[in-house]
């Protein structure tokens, strides 16, 4: 699972249901807006990432270890209680810290182009209607992974204890961080040579 599956489990289960799916929302955007980009100019999106490959990089793989940081020292059990969830809510905070950290993965592009040229997927070129089909069944298919996806999770919340969420809080961390450390070595690594 990448880092925001791993984000939304964690907020699935220190503050529940709606807090998770919202943060899975805040991903759905920003690969809406990756996949609408990608549609409308590969060319020019992939010279744009090829001149400034190293920045965007760079900058997803600090935001990766600033946010891992943040997550690893965050007390998830402060006021938690597995039967009950936090009055406190924070759903415009959640949607866009997940937005803007899927949004700092640039590489998703080259996925979404990949997948595009394996399907033989150009909307564009196919007219209008095509375009909207293509961009609700993103939609979709998105939403409903993080609709079911939480909805599961939640179910199973309250048969998480104390030392899980500290360990699932510590593990998340720790991941994000190694995930960001880890693209920024391989980004400077990579332009050495």
């Known amino acids: 699972m990448g880092p925001i599956n791993m984000l939304v489990v964690q907020r699935t289960l220190s503050r529940g249901y709606r807090h998770g799916l919202v943060t899975g929302l805040g991903a759905l955007l920003s690969d809406l807006i990756?996949?609408?980009?990608?549609?409308?100019?590969?060319?020019?999106?992939?010279?744009?990432?090829?001149?400034?490959?190293?920045?965007?990089?760079?900058?997803?793989?600090?935001?990766?270890?600033?946010?891992?940081?943040i997550v690893f020292r965050t007390n998830p059990l402060k006021g938690w209680r597995p039967d009950i969830l936090p009055q406190k809510t924070r759903y415009v905070k959640d949607f866009i810290s997940s937005f803007f950290?899927?949004?700092?993965?640039?590489a998703i592009i080259f996925v979404i182009i990949t997948l595009y040229s394996r399907f033989a997927f150009n909307p564009i070129a196919d007219g209008p209607a095509y375009?909207?089909?293509?961009?609700?069944?993103?939609?979709?298919?998105n939403f409903s992974w993080w609709y079911f996806f939480t909805a599961f999770l939640s179910r199973f919340r309250k048969h998480f204890n104390r030392r899980g969420l500290v360990l699932l809080n510590r593990v998340v961390g720790s991941i994000l961080i190694v995930i960001g450390i880890g693209g920024i070595v391989m980004t400077l690594f990579s332009k050495q040579f």
């Open 34 to 69: 990756y996949a609408f980009v990608t549609l409308m100019g590969l060319s020019l999106v992939s010279d744009l990432l090829e001149k400034n490959e190293l920045i965007f990089q760079s900058v997803g793989g600090a935001v990766l270890v600033i946010f891992g940081y």
């Open 101 to 106: 950290l899927t949004l700092s993965n640039a």
């Open 131 to 141: 375009l909207t089909a293509a961009i609700l069944s993103i939609t979709f298919g």
